[in-house]
């Protein structure tokens, strides 16, 4: 499935910014969509962002949009989440995964095939 490694995560205070960058090794021709998801203490895995591994689509959850950006650099095999105005709300370990399948669910974690192992973002009020 191949390997993906979160980085880019800490500790901002309200209204900062963070990058997230996703590393992908292996099969990655065979990747349809890479995805941000996110999960607080205590709560479920959310849905952040997708984007298409060729393409230009891009899919973000309300509580974000405007406000994250998910771009990739193919040549380099890498994803990010560009984070700005941050709030206590978005903390939580964030993850990226890749999915190989045709689901349009782009927003179930569950269609995601390979995971990372996360980067923890804290934003201090």
């Known amino acids: 499935q191949g390997q993906l490694v979160e980085s880019g995560g800490g500790l901002v205070q309200t209204g900062g910014s963070l990058r997230l960058s996703c590393s992908v090794s292996?099969?990655?021709?065979?990747?349809?969509?890479m995805g941000w998801f996110r999960q607080a203490s205590g709560k479920v895995r959310e849905f952040v962002a997708a984007?298409?591994?060729?393409?230009?689509?891009?899919y973000y959850s309300d509580s974000v949009k405007g406000r994250f950006t998910i771009s990739r650099d193919n040549a380099m095999n890498m994803v990010y989440l560009q984070m700005n105005s941050l709030n206590p709300e978005d903390t939580a370990v964030y993850y990226c995964?890749?999915?190989?399948?045709?689901?349009?669910?782009?927003?179930?974690?569950?269609?995601?095939?390979?995971w990372g192992q996360g980067t923890a973002v804290t934003v201090s009020s």
């Open positions: 984007i298409r591994w060729s393409g230009s689509s891009t």
């Open positions: 292996g099969r990655t021709l065979s990747i349809y969509r």
């Open positions: 995964a890749a999915q190989r399948t045709f689901e349009p669910r782009y927003f179930d974690p569950s269609i995601y095939g390979a």
